[in-house]
């Protein structure tokens, strides 16, 4: 003898608890867009940092900035400079940071 006890079904898809919403992936040109006119520190292949404003970059990460510093590789400031172009082939990153 076979049990006929019907099965329920799955509940629909109005029922189940509603899936948290994921942030919207970024990619590192949004990340550029939203820094521009803002202070960052680049870091060269050579482990020079600068730091200062943002002011334009290209497609091949050349980077103008303002107001900038440079700090030799072990963090000392080496130089000060009132605008700054960066060749981008010489960048190893590109991050936020404070005013200093």
Known sequence: MSDTTPIAPPPA???AAPIPSTPAKKSPSDF????????????LNSGTDYA???????????????QTEEYDGEGRLAARYG??????????????????
Request: glycine content about 8%; aromatic content about 6%; some cysteine.
């Open 83 to 100: 605008d700054c172009f960066i060749r981008g082939n010489n960048v190893l990153y590109i991050s936020t940071t404070k005013k200093r």
């Open 32 to 43: 550029l867009r939203a820094v521009l006119g803002r202070p960052v520190s680049v870091r």
């Open 13 to 15: 898809v109005d029922d």
């Open 52 to 66: 200062g404003v943002l002011a334009c970059l290209d497609g091949y990460m050349n980077i103008a900035m303002e």
